[in-house]
């Protein structure tokens, strides 16, 4: 049973255009919500992350929203550049993970390419 | 500042056979997670370490163990392997004090044949 959904497996757009990646979940119980980059032969780093009493969460050219009622988050980059190709991974933690080293659940990625 | 690294980078093990994987957590950080990544998943949470001490952990069965040494570095180990333990298994850490950032290393890519 998958708890986070990426239903696009890969996502093409125009350097300098928006690129929107969105993710759905299941499990009301989660409550912090981020986003994650993956390079190949790299671990995967953040990004950006929102918690759940929040609807908008801006750092530079990304922005997070999330929509509780739909069970819905999607990442903005704009504008686009060569550079964020990569994979997107999507996390959800619950309430009840304790301390700061939360427990994610992981979504299956998005792979983005950003044409020149 | 070093961040997380884990070695060895890749392992070939035969099914039936144990391995151990080894991380050593970003400068500062005390507590350790691993997650296991089959190809074309996401990262899947097996277990979190703080305090030299098991605190939570994934839908994963006991073959899964693992240990956190006094200097925070951890180990994984499989014991029993299977050729569905064939995976990237990454290692993250991250430190107290409010941030949920979880910083990763680059994995360790086990084929299990």
């Known amino acids: 049973d998958q708890q986070v959904k990426q239903n696009s497996p890969s996502l093409s757009v125009q350097e300098g255009r928006i690129s929107i990646l969105n993710c759905d979940y299941t499990?009301?119980?989660?409550?912090?919500f981020l986003w994650y980059k993956k390079y190949p032969a790299e671990g995967p780093t953040f990004l950006i992350s929102?918690?759940?009493?929040?609807d908008k969460n801006e750092d530079g050219r990304f922005t997070v929203f999330l929509n509780k009622s739909a069970k819905h988050l999607s990442l903005h980059i704009v504008p686009s550049q060569p550079g964020d190709s990569a994979v997107y991974f999507c996390?959800?933690?619950?309430?009840?993970?304790?301390?700061?080293?939360?427990?994610?659940?992981f979504g299956s990625g998005t792979q983005l390419t950003v044409l020149p | 500042d070093a961040g997380v690294t884990q070695s060895p980078t890749h392992l070939i093990k035969t099914r039936g056979q144990q391995v151990t994987l080894r991380c050593s957590p970003k400068?500062?950080?005390?507590?350790v997670s691993w997650y296991q990544q089959a190809l074309g998943q996401g990262p899947q949470f097996i277990f979190q370490?703080?305090?030299?001490?098991?605190?939570q952990r994934g839908n994963f069965p006991d073959r899964f163990s693992g240990h956190q040494f006094p200097n925070y570095s951890s180990e994984l180990n499989v014991n029993a392997l299977l050729l569905g333990d064939s995976a990237l298994y990454l290692c993250?850490?991250?430190?107290?004090?409010?941030?949920?950032?979880?910083?990763f290393g680059p994995g360790t890519r086990l084929t299990v044949t």
């Open positions: 993250a850490s991250s430190g107290t004090g409010g941030s949920y950032e979880q910083y």
């Open positions: 996390a959800a933690s619950p309430v009840f993970s304790s301390g700061s080293a939360r427990q994610l659940t």
């Open positions: 499990n009301s119980m989660f409550d912090y």
């Open positions: 929102i918690s759940s009493i929040k």
């Open positions: 370490y703080y305090e030299e001490e098991e605190r």
């Open positions: 400068s500062g950080h005390d507590t």
